[in-house]
């Protein structure tokens, strides 16, 4: 198919055709406030559908008019139909404007884009260790409701998720009144500092792993702040995982999510195409520069 | 030339063997005598150090991040005569410590412009010898001649000043600013103009910038962390000419920004690859502040106060005088 | 082949101004670029114009949608996929060849629809060089100077009095066909004379005989960590001139503007050596200079290979080698790895 996403061949030159880089139109129905600076944004195509199909780990791009464009991962997982949610942390110029927004705004939406997480290949049969950090569970919320709504596909289940504090956990009432409460599924929770009225485990990501001394016979899925996945990676590595074993998904800056604005280019790859997920044996592959 | 260029790398080797200075600031040889690069020396690099009739970049902003990095001894940095007006005014705004360089000046008699040289139609340059008058100028098509007078870089056709302002010491034999020509003739015609035909001029130069920044990134007074251009919330931030109000805003904003503080160093309009005369837009401005404020020369004196940072009660109201008619 | 009297060329634009808007180098303010031909525009034979041909076909900056709003509501709007019919005359072979690799980016998959456009809409006409000079060294790249007939439709020639005209392509056929009133059939005698002329003093170019050996898609480990990177990187003042003259840059920014016509999104020239390049709320992934220069040249000669077929993203047209403010340029890193051997 050409360019323009309509019926001609794909060598035919279109000058009727939709660019990649035009967004269109969506509506924003539903905002969640999750932590004092992570909101949850429901994304409805103005037809009332899902705008695309995406699979667990894509991203996509929004657009706020006059302010700008930026990558997303899509947080809902593709087994959730009818709209795509998107956790959001308050962090620059166009995310405050995304927080200031109210519901029944309409906003710009164009994707899917970048690879995703290999649910229906490498990971089948797998059992599964997710390890998230702060808004770091926003890509990795999509595979799990993906693992959950076909978990006879999978193996053992374990959720190792950490914030700076009980306030800064998204999802937390997802994973306390859900996932916490589904057979096969392990939750483990901590946060960085002491708090009052936390009773859970109190600790870095990358100690309470080692503590946790899982098997190594599981398939890792990181991700979170580059600091933690730093010290996970390392902890993982000791605990016997292979590299192999272990996947993680990367964020650099985006413009045009097609591998053409040259931003996200490391190495011979490109983020937003050839990534944002990457295996870590692969990442070794790349320049240490993302 | 060829004699300066001996004495300034017998001399680097000297202070460095002897403990004076531990790094050294100079230009590095390239592939065609005019292609000289910026380069900090060791003694084992010393030996690329070139000096040359090319040798027009002004070294002394490179001493920002130097001086902050030099933790023991001093960094040799070689000054031309208007090159040093840059580094007192750089020593005023406390961008680079004294203490940490050791400055040796170098005599000038006005640096060439290989542009100007392939302009006269002289083309395939692979060799310049400058005897001082003219110069001998080897290419792919044979060799050519040409007076040095015709090929000076622009910012040397109106030099300012011979002198060097602040040195530890001086090589190189003193050259007469005579043939210098009045450095305000075209601020002065431009001012003739109407201001249409004023319009007119800057429309046709701006109108072919490319953005690229360069006349930034090597402007000595440029020395903001983060330039107003670069930040996303400013609301001006931008890359290139979304409309045409725009490009011409980043230039003015900019001549704004430096004014009383650009020495006239003339490397804005020499690095420009669209050959923009962005040095009248500051020129301007130091033109009306002698007019309003009495003569000043940004780094004539370290530590000195520019008058538009200098209240006095005699400070004339540019305004009112505008109105007068009188400026 | 055909002819035209040199003293005629303004007979032969108005033919070509006929169906198609043409578009040449043509001095302005003291300095050379692309621009549109009117009666009485006059063509500038510089060897090279201080922009590359690049932006007749990715414009330094261009206009891809409009955006309404009204309250909460948004509207959309594509601007126009250009439908110009353009001719391009007096590029270079060095220029042509940009064109191959830029199509290589944005022709495929997903398509440019704004480039492509203007690509399929142009007839591409080249001119050899009567007088390349000590920057160029397109001959490193595969490029002939002489003979620019790679990715060309016509090649021109300017030798004694006159102009000599050969079609290359399909699109050049038809071109020629509509214009053959102006053109008169000539020999090859004097475009083969001179364009032995130009081989020889090819040989003569000092950079023209870089070896690229160290350099391919599989050479990251060798070239990323090693040590010129830091000396190459020095000087450099991080300005965009290297990368907004080079014919074979295509990084992008797409920035909305919201002026007095509503919501604007465009797209403009980026350079991978300005600090904000990959800069994000929480930093960047390339802090330093050298890691952004290193960037620049790493991708134009080993990660661009690595994805085209052992393509290098350099056409040696010499642009950088002339206007780098501190005179660093591709042939000098090229130099450093060993390119001088």
């Known amino acids: ?290 | ?327 | 082949m055909y002819y035209i009297e040199k003293a005629k060329l303004s007979e032969l634009f108005s033919k070509i101004a006929e169906n198609r808007s043409l578009y040449l180098p043509v001095k302005k303010n003291g300095q050379t670029n692309f621009a549109h031909w009117e009666e009485g525009t006059e063509y500038c034979d510089d060897l090279k114009t201080v922009k590359s041909a690049k932006d007749h076909f990715f414009p330094q900056t261009e206009s891809l949608m409009h955006f309404k709003t009204e309250g909460k509501k948004i509207q959309i709007n594509q601007d126009k996929i250009p439908d110009e019919k353009t001719v391009l005359f007096g590029v270079r072979g060095c220029d042509a060849k940009s064109f191959k690799i830029l199509d290589s980016v944005f022709m495929s998959e997903p398509q440019d629809a704004f480039y492509t456009a203007r690509r399929e809409n142009s007839v591409v006409i080249t001119t050899a060089c009567s007088s390349p000079d000590e920057a160029c060294f397109c001959g490193v790249f595969g490029v002939d100077p002489a003979d620019p007939k790679a990715d060309s439709d016509v090649v021109t020639w300017f030798a004694g009095d006159k102009l000599y005209w050969e079609a290359v392509s399909e699109k050049g056929e038809a071109l020629t066909e509509e214009i053959k009133d102006v053109l008169s059939s000539s020999d090859e005698k004097e475009v083969e004379e001179e364009k032995a002329r130009i081989s020889e003093i090819t040989k003569l170019l000092p950079l023209n005989n870089m070896s690229l050996s160290a350099f391919g898609g599989d050479k990251t480990d060798a070239l990323f960590n090693a040590p010129q990177w830091d000396k190459l990187s020095e000087a450099c003042l991080g300005c965009g001139s290297c990368t907004f003259v080079c014919p074979t840059c295509q990084c992008y920014d797409v920035r909305d503007y919201n002026g007095a016509n509503g919501i604007q999104r465009y797209r403009c020239w980026d350079s991978c050596m300005f600090s904000d390049f990959t800069m994000m709320a929480h930093g960047t992934n390339r802090p330093t200079q050298k890691q952004r220069f290193r960037q620049r040249f790493m991708h134009k000669l080993v990660y661009f290979p690595a994805n085209n077929n052992g393509e290098f993203s350099c056409v040696g047209c010499g642009r950088c080698v002339a206007r780098c403010p501190i005179s660093m340029n591709i042939a000098k890193v090229i130099k450093s790895f060993g390119g001088d051997k």
């Open chain 2, 1 to 327: 030339m060829q004699k300066t260029a001996g004495l300034i790398k017998k001399r680097a080797l000297e202070l460095l063997a002897d403990g004076t200075v531990t790094k050294v600031l100079g230009w590095e040889e390239g592939d065609f005598i005019y292609d000289v690069t910026p380069a900090f020396f060791d003694k084992e690099t010393i030996d690329s150090l070139v000096f040359s009739s090319f040798c027009g970049s002004n070294l002394s902003k490179y001493l920002i991040k130097a001086c902050k990095e030099q933790t023991e001894g001093k960094i040799l940095v070689f000054l031309k005569p208007c090159d040093t007006f840059s580094f007192n005014q750089l020593l005023t705004e406390h961008r680079i410590d004294r203490e940490k360089v050791y400055v040796v000046g170098v005599e000038c008699k006005g640096m060439l412009d290989i542009e100007k040289i392939k302009a006269l139609g002289i083309n395939g340059v692979t060799k310049v010898i400058d005897n001082g008058e003219s110069l001998n100028i080897k290419t792919i098509y044979g060799e050519k001649t040409c007076e040095r007078s015709e090929v000076l870089l622009e910012k040397c056709t109106t030099c300012k000043s011979k002198e060097l302002v602040v040195f530890d010491e001086v090589l190189g034999e003193k050259a007469e600013n005579e043939n210098s020509q009045d450095r305000f003739a075209q601020v002065a015609a431009l001012e003739a103009m109407t201001t249409e035909e004023r319009y007119a001029f800057w429309q046709g130069e701006l109108s072919k910038c490319i953005r690229c920044n360069a006349c930034r990134n090597v402007c000595p007074a440029c020395s903001c962390m983060k330039c107003v251009f670069d930040n996303i919330q400013s609301g001006v931030a931008s890359k290139s000419n979304a409309d045409t109000f725009e490009e011409k805003m980043f230039h003015i904003i900019r001549a704004f920004h430096v004014a009383g503080r650009c020495t006239d160093c003339g490397e804005c309009s020499r690095v420009c690859p669209q050959g923009i005369p962005l040095h009248l837009l500051n020129r301007k401005f130091i033109k009306d502040i002698n007019e309003l404020y009495g003569d000043y020369q940004a780094g004539e004196e370290a530590g000195s106060r520019a008058p538009l940072v200098n209240f006095t009660f005699d400070d004339a109201e540019p305004s009112v005088i505008h109105e007068r008619g009188n400026s």
């Open chain 1, 1 to 290: 198919m050409c360019s323009c996403n309509h019926d001609h061949e794909k060598d035919h030159v279109c000058s009727c055709g939709t660019d990649k880089l035009v967004p269109i139109p969506a509506v924003v129905t539903e905002i969640r406030t999750e932590t004092p600076d992570v909101k949850t944004f429901r994304v409805v195509g103005l037809d009332g559908s899902n705008c695309f199909d995406h699979k667990p780990g894509q991203c996509a791009m929004l657009t706020i008019p006059g302010v700008g464009e930026a990558m997303f991962s899509i947080t809902s997982s593709p087994t959730e139909t009818g709209y795509k949610d998107f956790s959001i942390k308050r962090c620059g110029h166009l995310t405050d404007w995304l927080h200031s927004m109210e519901v029944g705004q309409e906003i710009g939406i164009r994707g899917p884009y970048g690879n995703p997480f290999p649910v229906d290949t490498e990971f089948k049969g797998q059992n599964l260790l997710f390890i998230a950090g702060g808004i770091g569970l926003a890509p990795l919320h999509s595979v799990i409701n993906y693992v959950r709504a076909n978990r006879e596909n999978y193996g053992t289940v374990d959720i190792l998720y950490g914030s700076r504090s009980a306030d800064d956990l998204v999802d937390y009432e997802e994973i306390k009144n859900v996932w916490e409460k589904e057979d096969g599924i392990n939750v483990y929770l901590t946060i960085d500092r002491e708090q009052e009225g936390w009773d859970g485990h109190v600790g870095f990501v990358p100690s309470y792993l080692k503590e946790l001394a899982f098997e190594a016979n599981k398939t890792a899925i990181i991700c979170g702040p580059p600091i933690m996945i730093k010290f996970v990676l390392q902890a993982l590595l000791e605990m016997g995982f292979e590299k192999t074993q272990v996947y993680t998904t990367l964020e650099l800056k985006m413009k045009c999510g097609i591998g053409k604005c040259g931003r996200c280019n490391v190495g011979s790859k490109y983020v937003c195409k050839d990534g944002p997920v990457f295996r870590l044996d692969e990442l070794d592959e790349l320049p240490d520069e993302y």
